[in-house]
């Protein structure tokens, strides 16, 4: 029988257990007949009259044992096409098809009521506009032109921004005769470079920086609030500071138009179901990274603030404080962290969302990621 006549739904099951300590390794009789039991047992999982069996209370045709060794995700012919069709990815079936609709009256688009999304700044010549800050003495380039930058994702190590920059951005809009004439250090720098051309020799640097306004040396830096990275490996962070910084291309900014609200949107961002959004709408590109944009961000639905009453506020905050503090750790090492584990749970629990389905979302989010990052691997 072809696929196109098959009607009958797949079942999509998690174990929680290993096969080869659940059956008989010494008789392959015995061992049979248990793989036998073993698929009967899940075949009627969805029989009222088969008894070891649960219904989840959240999600559609997801059924669990009783003692929660099996999870069974069953799902139609026509919701399997549609994944296909819609290029989705198949993990989000092991809870269930439609794992995002149990969240819809949870979520809401924040762009462009509560926040705008847009990328970092692109200098067109990092040797000149980007200084380390060993580096910042010797340029002898004047104060009030250098402002602290974060160039890379890899310099974000809490949620909460630390504030140590490595790096400084040279950024200036003063015409160069007053320059010459009162900031000898940053017209200096303006000097070394200007006549410099690319790798190819085909373009100075005045030529490539012709766009920028009013001077090719001049920079309008963007600041943000809350960064994040623009192509996330095995971390997934939502870094924040209730004063904005300078940040690179190789980050998204976020900025939270009520500055009130700025650590409660960073909270709620740095919950497992906006992770989980994140890894299962995002696009998996070489090397296993994954492919975001200012837009994505733009269309991103997060768990919607306005739901929250000042108490709900007041609880989130108060896990996320602890959460904040401390290294960014992966996927891997986060879902098994106390204070991670607790955050994620008050957050669920104050949209009165169950917190069943937290070890679920972490299994999918940790399988998801594995997957994308060692598919290079295979």
């Known amino acids: 029988m072809q696929y196109g006549q098959i009607k009958e739904p797949t079942k999509f099951v998690t174990l929680n257990f290993k096969l080869d300590k659940a059956f008989n390794q010494e008789n392959i009789s015995t061992q049979l ?18 008894s070891g069996w649960r219904k989840d209370n959240t999600f559609q045709n997801l059924f669990r044992k009783e003692d929660d060794s099996i999870n069974v995700s069953i799902v139609s012919k026509e919701q399997l096409e549609n994944s296909l069709a819609e290029k989705e990815n198949w993990d989000t079936n092991f809870i269930s098809p439609n794992m995002f609709e149990k969240l819809d009256k949870y979520l809401i688009h924040l762009y462009p009521n509560t926040i705008d999304a847009f990328r970092g700044e692109r200098t067109n010549w990092n040797e000149m506009f980007v200084i380390p800050s060993m ?54 720098w303006i000097q070394k470079f200007k006549n410099k051309k690319n790798t190819n020799g085909t373009r100075t640097i005045q030529e490539t920086c012709e766009g920028h306004k009013p001077f090719w040396y001049s920079l309008r830096p963007k600041k943000a609030n809350i960064v994040t990275a623009i192509n ?19 980050l998204i ?16 961002l740095n919950s497992i179901v906006t992770f989980l959004t994140v890894e299962m709408r995002g696009t998996s590109r ?22 929250l009453t000042f108490q709900d506020k007041k609880q989130i905050l108060n896990a996320f404080r602890i959460l904040k503090k401390r290294e960014i750790g992966t996927v891997f090492e986060e879902i098994k962290k106390t204070d991670r584990i607790n955050f994620d749970k008050t957050v669920l629990k104050a949209f009165g969302i169950s917190e069943t389905i937290l070890s679920s979302f972490y299994q999918i989010l940790s399988s998801a990621v594995y997957n994308r990052v060692t598919m290079k691997e295979r």
């Open 232 to 250: 996330p490996f095995e971390r997934f962070f939502f870094s924040f500071s209730e004063n904005a910084f300078t940040i690179d291309q190789r």
């Open 33 to 50: 007949k248990e793989i036998e039991s073993f698929y009967n047992d899940i075949d009627y999982c969805d029989n009222p009259k088969h």
């Open 135 to 188: 580096e910042v003495r010797a340029s002898e380039i004047e104060d009030k032109f250098l402002i602290p930058y974060v160039k890379s994702p890899t310099e974000l190590n809490t949620l909460g921004f630390d504030g140590k920059y490595e790096n400084y951005l040279f950024v200036c809009d003063l015409p160069i005769a007053k320059l010459k004439a009162n900031y000898t250090g940053a017209y200096k």
């Open 286 to 307: 070489n090397l296993g990274v994954l492919d975001l944009n200012a837009n994505y961000f733009k269309t991103l639905r997060v768990l919607n603030p306005e739901m």
């Open 253 to 268: 900014a976020i900025n939270v138009k009520s500055k009130n609200d700025v650590e409660l949107i960073a909270a709620l």
